[in-house]
């Protein structure tokens, strides 16, 4: 949802971006990687220990790649499979950083093993709704349906991270349990969706 309103506006933004990397000979593939490896390393050098505003604020810094490379690759003419592919598979690596590093928090210093539980949960079912997407895309359906996608994961979460660590208390606790109620609610959604389309046209072998 949050990405059909307000990715054309972040994208009307990065294109200067874009075409100053792309004229500086940066291919899109690398700033998927290093977006990646900078959420990686934001959620577990600073959750883990307490740091959750400064974790948020560069993991949401980082997590603006996820526009950059696919508006570079656009501007180049050359968007290619391989890219999305790539572009999908460390959306995971990151969501599993980020999730991580606030479960290792909750585990750990945190002292709080139903957030850390709520962590887990959030991880595991937001694989699932991407997961819901992808194979019902691969199996020739549609799935574009549900509120909880992956930016409005990314955002619910930074969020409520980010008033946690400035002070405001259970943020985070109401962020991961709203988002752990809407990724539930979403994957069953897909299911549903998905199970109406099978109804309607011939199935093919598993």
Known sequence: ??????????????????????????SPDVVTLL???????????????????????????????DLLDGTMARLSGRPTRWGAFLDSTLDRVGDAAIFGGLVLWYAGRGSNDVLAAAALYCLVAGALVSYAKARAEGLGMTCDI?????????????????????GLRYADAVGLWVLAVASTVTLFQRVVFVRRQTLERPTSPR
Not at 150 to 165: C, D, F, N, P
């Open 146 to 166: 549900g509120f909880a996608e992956r930016a409005e994961r990314l955002l619910i979460i930074l969020s409520a991270t980010g008033l946690t660590g400035l």
């Open 35 to 65: 977006g990646t490896l900078g959420v990686c390393v934001g959620a577990f050098a600073f959750f883990p220990c307490g740091q959750l505003f400064l974790g948020a604020l560069v993991i949401a810094l980082f997590s603006l790649s």
């Open 1 to 26: 949802m949050l990405n059909r309103y307000a990715r054309g506006a972040v994208t009307r933004v990065m294109t200067p971006v874009a075409r100053g990397l792309l004229r500086a000979g940066v």
